[in-house]
């Protein structure tokens, strides 16, 4: 009797492992996202997750070994190789916004393996580029952000630019 | 006790002393930076060249407009060091081994013994607990003296100042972020992460482990760490050193070092040598004094019998 109670949980239990990531999955991927992390200089990247899902199939390619998919990274599948999804696949819940906040260097465990994760802005960049430049993607800072007025100011381009006049005028003092 | 015995104990009880202030005096010569000191990590391998720093910099540090955007990719066709107007500036080098350029950024290194301050006489030169070096510029003469001690040749000068010019550097951000624990505005700002933020020994951990991760991606150097007695600005690259403007003959040794046995006699000098020669003068002259006396010479100079 117990014994088949007990297969009974098990199997349950297995039946429940492998539907649930798929199941949540589902519910939870996005299709779009609005990065907004630079809103201050530029305007939102609205980032089609659906067209990335499609183009790039491999989670891990961006997730790591966080979406439940096998990472192919060697280094990392010294560990990694039968780590389930955690329960958050979103970028910002390692990479984070502020990574060098005086907070976030305390929290900072110095005998961890990962005592070396980017930032959320890093994380980004470092991800997009490098497979833009291989797939051919969009490659140039505007080429994904749209500068804003005030991104304008900081950079002292578009309206804020420098008068041509006077940079002549030093060249030619020069 | 015999003469000779109690002279050789006088000589090793002044040597010892000697010995035991010297050291006192100039166990500086060890000096590794302040354990909680904090510092940046660069990593060329990561910077595309994108000038943002440059231009966090220019508006955190309230500098003068610049004379061509920060986006704008022809000031790369000259070498550039950093001014007055601007505390940081990015460098661009055509390598061998890799095919794109490598980017460089040059702001002050935060040195652990800064030659700056050792050079600076009206002291206007601080080396803050928190690894930043910055100065006074109320107490700053315009002497230049730090332009010409500084190995990386970072401090710029305010030459369109006609009647009070001063020295103006990279400081760290140490006014308005670092000293409350933040982060300086070009790190804050960079899209790549090329600059990493934290204490001075973590970021050596960091960079010894990045290199052991991907040694093909790294040289086997982080930059910084023992040049010039170390400095709070550590760098990695792809290649070699010195084909990236780094002057890779700097000794280990920290520039005050060059100096300090000279500087460490000066009081001596000052104190001990008028005093000593003055008594060499009187024991030399005593008997000719006493001569010349008879001579009949100078007879009004010493009436002693």
């Known amino acids: 009797m117990y014994a088949v109670r007990n297969w009974l949980i098990g199997g349950l239990f297995m039946l429940a492992l492998i539907a649930s990531p798929a199941g949540s999955r589902a519910k939870t991927t996005p299709d779009t996202l609005e990065l907004d992390a630079l809103v201050n200089l530029y305007d939102k990247v609205h980032f089609n997750h659906a067209k990335h899902i499609m183009l790039v199939k491999d989670c891990a390619e961006c997730h790591h070994h966080t979406a439940g998919t096998l990472t192919q990274n060697p280094n990392c599948v010294k560990c990694h190789k039968n780590s389930g999804a955690t329960a958050s696949v979103a970028c910002r819940s390692c990479h984070f916004i502020q990574p060098f906040s005086a907070a976030a260097l305390r929290q900072k465990d110095k005998t961890a393996y990962h005592n070396d994760i980017m930032g959320l802005k890093g994380a980004y960049h470092q991800s997009c580029t490098k497979c833009h430049a291989k797939m051919g993607g969009p490659a140039g800072c505007q080429d994904c952000h749209t500068r804003s007025k005030q991104g304008d100011a900081f950079y002292s381009a578009g309206a804020y630019a420098p008068k041509q006049g006077r940079v002549e005028e030093k060249h030619r003092s020069h | ?305």
């Open chain 2, 1 to 305: 006790m015999k003469r000779r015995d109690f002279l050789k104990g006088c000589m090793a009880c002044g040597a010892a002393a000697t010995l035991g202030v010297s050291q006192k005096a100039w166990g500086m010569s060890s000096f590794e930076g302040y354990p909680e000191g904090m510092g940046v990590l660069v990593d060329l391998t990561r910077c595309v060249g994108c000038r943002s720093c440059e231009a966090a910099c220019n508006k955190e540090q309230q500098l003068p407009a610049p004379d061509a955007p920060f986006d704008d990719k022809s000031v790369f066709e000259e070498k550039r060091r950093p001014t007055e107007k601007a505390y940081t500036v990015v460098n661009r080098y055509e390598t061998e081994k890799k095919e794109s350029p490598v980017y460089r950024k040059i702001q002050c290194n935060h040195c652990n013994e800064p030659a700056c301050l050792t050079s600076c006489f009206v002291n206007a030169y601080t080396k803050t607990k928190e690894g930043a070096v910055i100065y006074n510029s109320k107490v700053c003469v315009g002497c230049r003296n730090c332009m010409i001690a500084c190995p990386f040749n970072v401090p710029g000068y305010s030459y369109s100042s006609a009647l009070n010019p001063v020295v103006k550097k990279c400081i760290f951000c140490y006014d308005t972020r670092l000293k409350y624990g933040k982060p300086p505005a070009c790190v804050e700002v960079c899209p790549q992460e090329v600059l990493t933020f934290g204490h001075r020994n973590d970021l050596l951990k960091i960079g010894r482990d990045r290199i052991k991760e991907k040694p093909d991606r790294y040289v086997d150097h982080i930059y910084g760490e023992k040049e010039v007695g170390g400095t709070s600005w550590l760098y990695l690259a792809g290649v070699n050193f010195d084909q990236v403007g780094f002057d890779t003959t700097m000794a280990n040794e920290p520039i005050i070092s060059n100096v300090k046995d000279f500087l460490g006699i000066v009081p001596m000098v000052l104190t001990i040598w008028p005093a000593l020669f003055t008594g060499f003068h009187l024991l030399a002259t005593r008997n000719k004094n006493h001569t010349d006396h008879e001579d009949g010479h100078s007879a009004q100079e010493d009436p002693k019998p």
